[in-house]
């Protein structure tokens, strides 16, 4: 189903440089997206791919400085995001759009649209770090590079592991073994897969600006709570040392365990203005937070795992790169997958970086510093590229 007939988004909310447009015909889609650097149709092309709760327009602050440096910069808004969403989506809607092998296809789709076979280098954050994982995995000959942002992708399942790889992390015992600690907790994943998630978290712009002027705090550099490290296991007691946004308390939905935790006054803060958090929170007003979840309900039912066991044993064939904020969970959320996205998963790896002053925003709190990191990046796999020829 096609988008309604929204415009694009107004200049006056957007830096000097970045356009913003729909393009048609996107596997069915009429999708939004952000351009910089489009002036010159043979720049090389870098696509930016956000995560959950944001939209293309994450990317604001980093765009003008990937095309000042020569490339033609594209974020879309995601399958069921922004204004790429046609409206809200049912919980009961079919999650096969959502998935993973699908997502690929709504890129290739809109690279084809832009007129181009193939980008230098697609670059993910959060939720978007995994789809950007996906599609290098899959289109190495598409996707020249790729770097990975606050999640890390931990990749494909071995071949001996492939049968275990495919349980559903809906029936995973962590579920029953976090319900009983004696502070009884849920992981985030579980909720967010619920039926509660989406009417929990929906309602008009005020009501979403104050639920996710709290969430943002909460995991960035701001919130002097988060103070990251590696896990000791996949167990209770070490998941729930991490922060409720990530380890809830059982029964307890998101907005009420991020909003006491708001900064005072609920006022805006220099990466986030009141102006910014108004366009999330008028997007996520209109089209309602379940399409954005379906994501999440994707990885739970084991259609992800899935996806990725068709590739069992494979590797990123392409240079990839990690990025995270110094005070991000988001790395160390699933232990281990850190050490295999660097070890195993990655055949060309280009190190982890974490920035100072940044939590999971990362690209949103320190623009500068994510910028000069992947520009670095595309100049050293570049040469690396021509020496391996």
Known sequence: MNAPNLPPLDDAVLPTGIRSRFVDGVNGLRMHLLEAGHEDPGRPCLLLLH????????????????????????????RGYGRTAAGPVAYEADLAPFRMHNLLLDLLCLIAALGRERVATVIGHDFGSWVAGFCALARPDVFG???????????????DAIAESLRPPAQDPIHAALSGLPRP?????????SPAAAPDMDGNPTRVAAFLRAYFHHKSADWPGNAPHPLAGWTPEALAEMPTYYIMDLGRSMPATVVPEAPEGGAGCAWLTDRELAVYATEYARSGFQ?????????MDGSLARDLGRFAGGRLAVPALFIAGHSDWGPFQAPGALERMGARTCAHFYGCHFVDGAGHWVQQE?????????LDFLRRSIDDAGHRI
């Not at 590079?145 to 071949?159: D, E, I, K, N, R």
């Not at 907790?185 to 897969?193: D, P, S, V």
């Not at 399409?291 to 990885?299: D, E, I």
């Open 366 to 374: 320190q623009p500068q510093a994510v910028a000069d990191l992947i």
């Open 51 to 78: 995560g959950f709760p944001e939209l293309a327009y994450s990317w604001r602050k980093v765009m003008p400085a990937l095309a000042k440096a020569g490339y033609h910069v594209v974020a879309p808004d995601l």
């Open 145 to 159: 590079s790729v770097v990975l942002m606050s999640a890390p992708f931990a990749g494909t399942p071995t071949l």
């Open 291 to 299: 399409g954005p979840l379906q994501g999440y309900r994707c990885r």
């Open 185 to 193: 907790r849920e992981h985030y994943h579980r909720y967010f897969a």
